[in-house]
C-alpha cells in the first residue's frame, strides 16, 4: 500500500529523490514520512509530512539538506524526499511511513506507524 522509489548509488555531495505512492486504500487524512535503517543499526526517523503540507518535522542528522514535500492531487497520496548532499552515513534503506495521527511530529515515533513500505535501498560513495 506504500510503494517507494528512487533509490540508488550516488556520490558523496550527489542528491536523489524518493517517492512514495499510496495506493490500495485512501490515505487522505494520514501525515506520511521517512525512516532509516543502515547496516547493523536500529531503524531511525528522517522526515515527515502533514497531510495538508503545512506541517513538516525532520531528524537533525537531515535538516537542512532533505526537503520532504507532499502531492494530494487527483488522490495521489505521495510523498517526496529531496535529498542533497548526501553523505556516506546516509547510506540505509529508506521506509516510507503513514501515521492517522495529524501531527508531523508524531510519526517520529515509531509505536505510532500504522503503514510502511517495503523500503528502497541508498548508498552514498565516498
Known amino acids: 500500500q506504500l510503494v517507494e522509489s528512487g533509490g540508488g548509488l550516488v556520490q558523496a555531495g550527489g542528491s536523489l529523490r524518493l517517492s512514495c505512492a499510496a495506493s490500495?486504500?485512501?490515505?487522505?487524512?494520514?501525515?506520511m514520512g521517512w525512516f532509516r535503517q543502515a547496516p547493523g543499526k536500529e531503524r531511525e526517523f528522517v522526515a515527515a509530512?502533514?497531510?495538508?503540507?503545512?506541517?513538516?518535522?525532520?531528524a537533525a542528522s537531515v535538516k537542512g539538506r532533505f526537503t520532504i514535500s507532499r502531492d494530494n492531487a487527483n488522490a495521489k497520496n505521495t510523498a517526496v524526499l529531496q535529498m542533497n548532499s548526501l553523505k556516506p552515513e546516509d547510506t540505509a534503506v529508506y521506509y516510507c511511513?503513514?501515521?492517522?495521527?495529524?501531527?508531523?511530529?508524531?510519526?517520529?515515533?515509531?509505536?505510532?506507524?500504522?503503514?510502511w513500505g517495503k523500503g528502497t535501498l541508498i548508498t552514498v560513495s565516498s
Open positions: 490500495g486504500r485512501t490515505f487522505s487524512g494520514y501525515t
Open positions: 511511513a503513514a501515521t492517522y495521527y495529524s501531527d508531523a511530529q508524531s510519526l517520529a515515533d515509531y509505536n505510532n506507524i500504522h503503514y
Open positions: 509530512i502533514r497531510w495538508s503540507g503545512e506541517n513538516t518535522y525532520y
